[in-house]
């Protein structure tokens, strides 16, 4: 609903929200309401969407184990596409869908909209501009207020918060160290989902990923979901003359973050966080489209962050480093 949202208000410049596919009945009629789409443009099933010739581009917002299936059948029909992280649930069906693009000729463009976002945009650039010398380590946390939604705590649909929360901190370490994820290893554990303990004994809410990147730079993901005090997204890059965050730094105070009021201004959601790089993710898939240019983040990248995901998960599981293939 926030790409939709976005099409929907006209502030995506040469494109406009023509139909829309959900399979629920209900959010299938109060989406068509809000958003203004005709009747007949209406689908409960993608694949008549993917008939009607109004529609040149998709979204695709569907729980991850969908995203190849759906994918692949939008580039066979010439749609361009804009894909929400991750990009699938592992390299195989990543492939599936860059062969699939690569055979239509259409553009596929992840959803990482970090690399829009005015702040992580200014750090990308000050890195490039040698301010803190070679970058050597970057560390990038994201904790979600919000308890995991129940699909999400089968790690055989989700790959769990790696997956979910945590692409957009592995994406954000290959965009600031230009290097790619050559052995991880990961710890996790489930310190707050109860729910999910007797029938989801591996499920993780919580975890914690080392790396070392192909150039030797350094790599440190955290992540949880869960956490109720707020949404919090922060990254420092760590190079051999300074140091770059982005996110907020409170000072050398102790600060407590707390669920019922807080001693600073707590960012509620990354909806609120990232409203303004989601529309400059929307605007910028769309002139890619028109002027035939790359997207920022392709299908290469998010190919790059699942096989991270999935290593990760590996360590978990076998407790030990494991290194990626290349
Ligand atoms: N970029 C971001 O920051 C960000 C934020 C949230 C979610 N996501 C990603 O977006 C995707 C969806 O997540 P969500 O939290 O919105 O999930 P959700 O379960 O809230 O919503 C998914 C919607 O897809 C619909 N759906 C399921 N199968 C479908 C199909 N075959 N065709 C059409 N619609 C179908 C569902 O009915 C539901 O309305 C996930 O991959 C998630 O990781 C990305």
Not at 285 to 296: A, K, L, N
Request: charged share 20%; hydrophobic share 40%; with cysteine.
């Amino acid at each position: 609903m926030i790409h939709a949202r976005n099409f929907a208000s006209g502030v995506v410049p040469g494109a406009e929200i023509v139909a829309i596919a959900e399979p629920m009945e209900a959010s299938r009629t109060a989406a068509a309401q809000e958003l203004g789409v005709d009747a007949d443009s209406v689908y409960a099933d993608y694949r008549e969407l993917l008939e009607n010739p109004r529609v040149n581009a998709v979204i695709v917002v569907t729980p991850t184990k969908f995203h190849r299936e759906i994918v692949v059948a939008a580039a066979a029909a010439g749609k361009h596409i804009l894909c929400e992280k991750p990009m699938a649930m592992n390299v195989t069906e990543c492939d599936a869908m860059l062969d699939a693009v690569r055979a239509a000729r259409v553009k596929l463009q992840i959803g990482f909209m970090r690399r829009f976002d005015v702040g992580f945009q200014a750090a990308k650039q000050r890195i490039e501009s040698g301010e803190i010398g070679r970058v050597v380590q970057v560390k990038s946390l994201t904790h979600g207020p919000t308890t995991p939604k129940p699909w999400m705590y089968d790690l055989q649909q989700s790959n769990g918060p790696l997956a979910e929360v945590n692409s957009h901190d592995i994406d954000a370490i290959r965009w600031f160290t230009g290097g790619e994820f050559q052995e991880v290893y990961a710890i996790a554990g489930n310190y707050r989902s109860p729910d999910a303990v007797r029938g989801y004994p591996d499920f993780y809410d919580n975890v914690l990923l080392t790396a070392r990147m192909s150039n030797e730079m350094q790599g440190m993901i955290g992540g949880a979901q869960g956490v109720k005090y707020g949404y919090d997204s922060r990254c420092e890059i760590l190079g051999e003359h300074g140091l770059i965050t982005v996110g907020s730094l409170s000072g050398n105070t102790v600060v407590s973050y707390m669920p019922n009021g807080a001693e600073h201004d707590i960012v509620h959601s990354w909806m609120n966080l990232f409203i303004d790089a989601y529309r400059a993710e929307d605007i910028d898939f769309v002139r890619c489209i028109r002027e035939d240019d790359t997207p920022r983040a392709t299908g290469v990248d998010g190919r790059a962050a699942v096989m991270v995901v999935n290593a990760g998960n590996q360590s978990i599981v076998e407790r030990r480093p494991v290194t990626l293939p290349h």
